[in-house]
């Protein structure tokens, strides 16, 4: 197996290296027999594990998990019109029992406003209840017709993070909007991964949205892909649905409401943006194995070294880290090249010397090699593992950053893009010149009141008509 | 809401008193606008989330978690002749994408053997590739015709865990149906739930299986509610979907397998089993609140008696307790009977006078009342809860041991399932006279081969033939 590792195409071939490391690296089966549907493996679901903890780490300081189900009725699902047309070619329809036509047929959710919304309009009565804010993580269906792709286009969302509040006004609303951008930030920081926040334009807002907020990051060869959203729904689903609340005159009053959503795009946004041409390299606090002990076997100290590599496994997670030791009867190179193309932050190698001389080499998947200390160990790993953390970043960031590139003519958007880049465009917001843009650049207008730091809103005029213009992210998407 | 405890039926009502419990204590919420399809409300889904916490950890000590697709396609679904009959009434079938007519049917996964089996033909290839050991905690869907209830018959089993494992020989398989058992013992003795194994007979077994045993207990009514099932499926599946493996001598074999389920029923079974006229009473170790702080505000001293609360909470949470504190304004009394209805399992009460005394009172959800020493209070509270584990499992204990009847005769047989109880029954094992016993005493066969303290088998004759017997379940069941 270890072998794989020399196989596996160069990461400039992104994608080819990300469909390959996926089943190498055991994140997913491609090979179920439906298309868009794949298998998890238990070293990817493990992994999946550990993002989607840190994720309901940060949700449940002020949200509450809850479960709902799969199924809507069509006359819920049909209720509201905006929301309905935006979803109605790629619903799944239930529409059997066994052989029996069901007399109402059920949408597999695409996402679950309409499932959700008509409990809400029981559950909410008065101010008190307010706000409201519940998630659940579920799997969702989309009927994609385009090319379909493991954790990014999928038929089966299987990990869909949906929550959904309830607030007395717009304001407050809009302040649960802003309080939902800084936890995805906050989210992706703890996986390394840069974000950039924009509103995007009216006609690819959330349908049923006042408006929606995105999170771009920006894949190896310069897609981007969008990895969360944020919708003020303000009072389009409560009219629909009934949701009102009595007011502290006594008077009943329309909710309004947000809704936000993360999917398993944030463990491709994982793969993509650190991989490299050994493999994966997964951030220390989501990584399924933070550290691989592998202890150097030469001479007649075997049970010496395995003992003190046991020894320090377990000391390392009495201290809460997630270790293995790597006992397996192959050199020690192959092991390495095994564990780097899994993506394990942190190699510990112990050998006879070492042991003697009290120390333990650690190599991070950066390539870095340093000697720690064996005494006092558990804190200088959480150390390194930091320090590895930050490089991740810092290393994404400069990707994002050399990424960005200012263009105000059709031209230099086209060759920006081409060259795997981003454009920041002067664009007047207009929809006539958006759709231009969008057409003579093959591109997409990802959104305006872009919010990076790589991004300052200089004006300019519009590549179309010359009016004055607001910087615009213009990118290809994936 | 308070008051929501006075008008709880008593538990002697025991279906009025279930279905009102499960959204009082806010578990579920049954006004989902399709049938057999329930909302876990948060406080219901923390407690899921705690015993399917409970039932991973023992999982992982042997098995990996993964995750396999909702959608079966048709073919694959047909393919085993036993399996399909057994489910074909009750699959939900998805026709369309949108408006299109799917090209193949998918069915949702009523249990997922034909969607992970073609899977493990790909992995599974030689004798080194085994045990192999996977399971996956999923909704499942069944169209039920019968009356559907929430937790116990549902259309949308929202939280099965179903573990499928792959062995070299027929007599590896049986041993992990042995290891699966003693782990689903271990499972329910940490919810002080009794369980009664035995060996279901050849016409209820699991479709496809070689045979099946099941867990079941008994609810308050006399009602045995089946609460997991381990199947050894031998080699009927892997004759179908080509599951082999090279063994040591270069010769392709079949695969032996087995399979393993747990539903959330295991939550019907704490809230049945438990739960008394007051509300429910949740088992310490998986309680969604383990420990809830009332403290008593008289006099001058409230800001006292806060600060003291705040200091006990910190401590109790620091070693590893779930607690809440109650500050509303609201009478201690009120609290009290909210928490009750909730199931907590441990009430600390906190007044001026215990300050000074440095004491703290304690009344378990049973109904004891003990003063503590404020000092080492996280000790004695872990010894309280766990005297809390002990008392409900003797409880329960008893109610098994006081329901299971020995019964020689049909009319013996119908007056013990009249009365509430479990018939323990000679039966030769023919079909015919089971067939016998089922209709005449208007109930079901659970099975032979008992396993429990309760049960012995000391022979017999067969109720019907009078040939010789063994003791055998005989209930209804829900």
């Known amino acids: 197996m270890a072998e794989d590792a020399d196989t596996l195409p160069p990461k400039a071939q992104f994608s080819e290296w990300y469909n390959d490391?996926?089943?190498?690296?055991?994140?997913?089966?491609?090979?179920?027999?439906?298309?868009?549907?794949?298998?998890?493996?238990?070293?990817?679901?493990?992994?999946?594990?550990?993002?989607?903890?840190?994720?309901?780490?940060?949700?449940?300081?002020?949200?509450q998990e809850a479960l709902f189900p799969l199924l809507i009725p069509e006359h819920e699902f049909m209720k509201e019109a905006e929301h309905i047309k935006g979803f109605e070619d790629e619903v799944y329809w239930v529409t059997h029992g066994g052989t029996t036509p069901l007399e109402v047929k059920l949408a597999l959710r695409p996402t679950s406003e309409t499932?959700?919304?008509?409990?809400?309009?029981?559950?909410?009565?008065?101010?008190?209840?307010?706000?409201?804010?519940?998630?659940?993580?579920?799997n969702t269906f989309r009927y994609e017709t385009k090319q379909t792709r493991p954790l990014i286009r999928l038929r089966e969302i299987t990990s869909f993070m949906e929550s959904h509040t309830v607030h007395a006004t717009w304001d407050d609303a809009e302040s649960q909007v802003e309080s939902e951008i800084a936890l995805t930030r906050e989210f992706y920081e703890s996986l390394s991964i840069p974000v950039i926040v924009s509103k995007r334009p009216d006609w690819d807002k959330f349908p049923g949205a006042d408006y929606t907020i995105a999170f771009d990051t920006v894949m190896p060869n310069g897609r981007t892909l969008q990895?969360?959203?944020?919708?003020?729904?303000?009072?389009?689903?409560?009219?629909?649905f009934g949701i009102t609340y009595e007011d502290e005159k006594g008077e009943q009053q329309l909710a309004n409401q947000t809704c936000y959503g993360i999917s398993e795009r944030c463990i491709a946004a994982i793969i993509g943006v650190h991989g490299d041409d050994r493999g994966l390299i997964l951030p220390p606090p989501v990584a399924t194995t933070q550290i691989v002990i592998v202890p150097i076997l030469i001479g007649k100290r075997h049970e010496d070294v395995l003992a003190a590599a046991q020894n320090l496994e377990e000391e390392l997670k009495a201290a809460g880290h997630r270790v293995r030791t790597d006992n397996r009867d192959m050199r020690p190179g192959a092991k390495y090249y095994w564990w780097e193309l899994r993506g394990v932050p942190l190699r510990l190698e112990l050998g006879p010397r070492d042991i003697d001389a009290?120390?333990?080499?650690?190599?991070?998947?950066?390539?870095?090699?340093?000697?720690?200390?064996?005494?006092?160990?558990?804190?200088?790993?959480?150390?390194?593992?930091?320090?590895?953390?930050?490089?991740?970043?810092?290393?994404?960031?400069?990707?994002?950053?050399?990424?960005?590139?200012?263009?105000?003519?059709?031209?230099?958007?086209?060759?920006?893009?081409?060259?795997?880049?981003?454009?920041?465009?002067?664009w007047c917001g207009d929809r006539a010149c958006g759709d231009a843009i969008e057409e003579k650049a093959d591109s997409s207008i990802l959104g305006t009141e872009v919010r990076s730091p790589y991004v300052s809103d200089t004006g300019g005029f519009c590549v179309i008509c010359g009016k004055p213009g607001k910087a615009t992210l213009v990118g290809r998407t994936y």
Chains 1, 2 share one sequence.
Request: aromatic share 8%; charged share 20%.
């Open 115 to 138: 499932a959700i919304y008509p409990m809400y309009a029981l559950w909410v009565r008065s101010h008190a209840d307010l706000p409201l804010r519940i998630y659940q993580i579920v």
């Open 21 to 63: 490391i996926l089943w190498r690296a055991e994140i997913m089966d491609v090979r179920y027999p439906v298309k868009g549907l794949y298998v998890w493996y238990p070293y990817g679901f493990a992994l999946r594990k550990h993002v989607y903890q840190r994720l309901r780490d940060l949700l449940d300081r002020e949200h």
């Open 358 to 426: 009290g120390k333990v080499i650690a190599v991070t998947r950066l390539g870095e090699k340093v000697s720690l200390d064996r005494t006092g160990i558990a804190g200088s790993v959480k150390q390194v593992l930091a320090a590895i953390s930050q490089a991740m970043k810092a290393k994404a960031e400069e990707h994002v950053k050399r990424s960005l590139q200012p263009a105000t003519t059709i031209d230099a958007i086209t060759t920006a893009l081409n060259a795997g880049r981003v454009a920041v465009v002067p």
């Open 227 to 240: 990895i969360g959203t944020v919708h003020h729904l303000g009072t389009h689903f409560s009219k629909t």
